[in-house]
């Protein structure tokens, strides 16, 4: 365990000198920014005002920002140090294949939470300084799901990582990996396997074995608890689900996908030729 927490450590260390940690630093920090520059907090939306409307926004922009960053960023992981001859080093010390894998993981999630969280921090004490009301229960919630979502997708680019043999390869996958599940939002191709006499909820279960199609879902309940904005649809999940159970399956569906992908990623590393 030692041997895991320094390796976490050193990674953190190395990740907030990297320039990438800069600029994704600033592009939450920004969307923060940009929202109470423009008055969002103004406005309403659907019942949501002040620092609520604010929270709404901004998750649904994390939404697209997140995960490509995380994949990214996370996939030289294993396939740069492939690549740099780092391997060799690490060999040559006393830090197991486990302690220094799982120690990049947890050291990278740490690094990929970190500005997300606190971009949302930010706005929590710029509403109380302006005197606004504090949605901590909206805060909570939104946290949770933040915290899932940038798990799922670093299990996914440390599976990626570990496959690639090169950080260009593991770039281009991890894009694709991304693309692909964009599309299946809001059952994009999912429509046309109902076109061919799919079933209704083959389809919405395989839409929901998509962790974006389940953390948009999620965000949309909240606003929406009936799910009007998917129209058909939001039957067959609400009849399976409540709104609490769904709640509770988005929050822990995609952190339990994002750690079946590490887990395989690390059998696969423990029992690949390394160098």
Same mark, same amino acid.
């Given at each position: 365990?030692?041997?895991?927490?320094?390796?976490?450590?050193?990674?953190?260390?190395?990740?907030?000198?990297?320039?990438?940690?800069?600029?994704?630093?600033?592009?939450?920090?920004?969307?923060?920014?940009?929202?109470?520059?423009?008055?969002?907090?103004?406005?309403?939306?659907?019942?949501?005002?002040?620092?609520?409307?604010?929270?709404?926004?901004?998750?649904?922009?994390?939404?697209?920002?997140?995960?490509?960053?995380?994949?990214?960023?996370?996939?030289?992981?294993?396939?740069?140090?492939?690549?740099?001859?780092?391997?060799?080093?690490?060999?040559?010390?006393?830090?197991?294949?486990?302690?220094?894998?799982?120690?990049?993981?947890?050291?990278?999630?740490?690094?990929?939470?970190?500005?997300?969280?606190?971009?949302?921090?930010?706005?929590?004490?710029?509403?109380?300084?302006?005197?606004?009301?504090?949605?901590?229960?909206?805060?909570?919630?939104?946290?949770?799901?933040?915290?899932?979502?940038?798990?799922?997708?670093?299990?996914?680019?440390?599976?990626?990582?570990?496959?690639?043999?090169?950080?260009?390869?593991?770039?281009?996958?991890?894009?694709?990996?991304?693309?692909?599940?964009?599309?299946?939002?809001?059952?994009?191709?999912?429509?046309?396997?109902?076109?061919?006499?799919?079933?209704?909820?083959?389809?919405?279960?395989?839409?929901?074995? *998509?962790?974006?199609?389940?953390?948009?879902?999620?965000?949309?309940?909240?606003?929406?608890?009936?799910?009007?904005?998917?129209?058909?649809?939001?039957?067959?999940?609400?009849? *399976?689900?409540?709104?609490?159970?769904?709640?509770?399956?988005?929050?822990?569906?995609?952190?339990?996908?994002?750690?079946?992908?590490?887990?395989?990623?690390?059998?696969?590393?423990?029992?690949?030729?390394?160098?």
């Amino acid at each position: 365990m030692k041997h895991l927490w320094l390796t976490a450590y050193n990674d953190i260390i190395e990740s907030l000198r990297a320039r990438w940690f800069i600029v994704y630093s600033l592009v939450f920090g920004s969307i923060v920014v940009i929202l109470f520059a423009f008055g969002l907090s103004e406005s309403r939306i659907m019942g949501f005002t002040g620092l609520s409307r604010i929270l709404v926004t901004y998750i649904q922009l994390t939404m697209a920002i997140l995960p490509i960053f995380v994949l990214i960023t996370t996939v030289r992981s294993v396939a740069g140090d492939r690549e740099a001859g780092v391997f060799e080093y690490m060999l040559s010390l006393p830090v197991s294949l486990a302690a220094w894998f799982w120690g990049r993981f947890f050291g990278r999630f740490f690094v990929v939470f970190l500005p997300v969280v606190l971009a949302m921090l930010g706005a929590v004490i710029w509403g109380v300084f302006k005197g606004g009301a504090i949605p901590w229960e909206l805060f909570i919630y939104y946290t949770c799901l933040l915290m899932s979502l940038a798990w799922c997708f670093l299990g996914i680019g440390m599976l990626i990582s570990t496959l690639a043999r090169s950080s260009d390869v593991a770039q281009g996958a991890a894009f694709i990996v991304w693309l692909t599940l964009l599309l299946f939002l809001d059952l994009i191709l999912l429509g046309i396997m109902i076109q061919d006499d799919l079933p209704a909820n083959i389809a919405v279960a395989i839409a929901l074995v *998509n962790p974006l199609q389940v953390f948009r879902t999620a965000t949309m309940m909240l606003f929406d608890p009936q799910l009007v904005l998917l129209g058909p649809t939001a039957y067959v999940i609400l009849d *399976n689900f409540s709104q609490a159970g769904y709640i509770i399956y988005a929050i822990f569906y995609p952190m339990a996908f994002g750690t079946i992908c590490a887990g395989m990623g690390y059998f696969i590393f423990k029992r690949s030729d390394l160098p």
